[in-house]
């Protein structure tokens, strides 16, 4: 079945790059997502990746993905304290399917 | 400005109760889904719809109900038969890319 997990927690210092590690069981992934959700609020989308992709990058935030260890990593360069939040992987198999989560990665930034 | 629309953000009910939470969109998306989130267990799928009049249980569907009368509307009845309502409800709604866009969440307080 399907399955994400993620580290549950990340500290970092300000201005520093921060790595969050994620992995996955399914195979058939066709799109894998980072969302990031900042206290008491909603989810907001951060990037995609299409699975025939290796490497996205968008400003700070570059996505890299290993089909053949099915792991996906997203870094954040020069971290800002605005960037503490819960940062969450997902994975979908096609269009209009529901998303599958991960637990989500907490990072702290420190001034 | 599109988006989506909870409410109420916070509510509290006694145990035997019957709430409703309401989620309105105006993205024009055809699917929208229901997300329970307990502290260190991510998102858990509730119900979700991809057609008008449709809908199919998440993970979790037990002691919740939906309807999906409207496009636009996809409101979640937590019923009394759920055992641990306390908990963030987060509604959410997609396109064809499976990408996700969230309300902002009611948080639900048993009491």
Known sequence: ?111 | DGGITQSPKYLFRKEGQNVTLSCEQNLNHDAMYWYRQDPGQGLRLIYYSQIVNDFQKGDIAEGYSVSREKKESFPLTVTSAQKNPTAFYLCASNKETGELFFGEGSRLTVL
């Open chain 1, 1 to 111: 079945g399907e399955d994400v997990e993620q580290s549950l927690f990340l500290s970092v210092r300000e201005g520093d790059s921060s790595v969050i590690n994620c992995t996955y069981t399914d195979s058939s992934s066709t799109y894998l997502y980072w969302y990031k959700q900042e206290p008491g609020a909603g989810l907001q989308l951060l990037t995609y990746i299409f699975s025939n992709m290796d490497m996205k990058q968008d400003q700070r935030l570059t996505v890299l993905l290993n089909k053949k260890d099915k792991h996906l990593s997203l870094r954040i360069a020069d971290t800002q304290t605005g960037d503490s939040a819960i940062y969450f992987c997902a994975e979908s198999i096609k269009g209009y399917s529901t998303l599958t989560f991960g637990k989500g990665t907490m990072l702290l930034v420190s001034p």
